[in-house]
């Protein structure tokens, strides 16, 4: 089975563009200051419209993640064990990630620092990270 593409619209064109051009873009309301992901027509703190895209340090800590050892989707068998991971950006804004160096999941902590290491797979340009200290 092939890798499903992401679904580009009008609201997540930059983030993907971003992303393609070597950069991590989030979006941050003008109103209240709040930054976040992924792509949304309005503030989810405040419900402004008044929004625009920054581009992120790429660097960021991780909140949470789970390792899956069953592919759930036909696509990810070829993968497993996968990372899913929570990553707060150090300027506020959350996305679920891979981490490339993660070693099954092992050396994964709460609070570890990781940076950005765009993938492309299959045409798609993809925000991964890695652990900036691995222990
Ligand atoms: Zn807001």
């Known amino acids: 089975m092939s890798f499903p593409v992401p679904e580009i619209t009008d609201v997540n064109r930059p983030y993907w563009d971003g992303l393609a051009a070597g950069e991590l873009r989030y979006q941050h309301c003008k109103c209240c200051g709040n930054n976040w992901l992924p792509a949304r027509e309005h503030c989810p703190q405040c419900l402004s419209a008044d ?33 899913v991971t929570a990553v707060e950006l ?43 200290d691995p222990k």
Do not use: M, Q
Request: proline letters at 5%; one cysteine or more; aromatic letters at 8%.
């Open 51 to 83: 929004r625009e895209w920054r581009p992120s340090s790429g660097k960021g800590t991780i909140l949470s993640w789970v390792v899956y050892r069953h592919a759930y989707a036909p696509h990810l068998a070829d993968r497993l064990p996968y990372d």
């Open 90 to 132: 150090d300027e506020g804004a959350r996305l679920l990630t891979n981490i490339v160096n993660g070693d099954e999941g092992r050396k994964l902590s709460v609070g570890a620092r990781v940076e950005l290491c765009i993938e492309n797979e299959e045409g798609v340009s993809l925000p991964r990270f890695k652990l900036t």
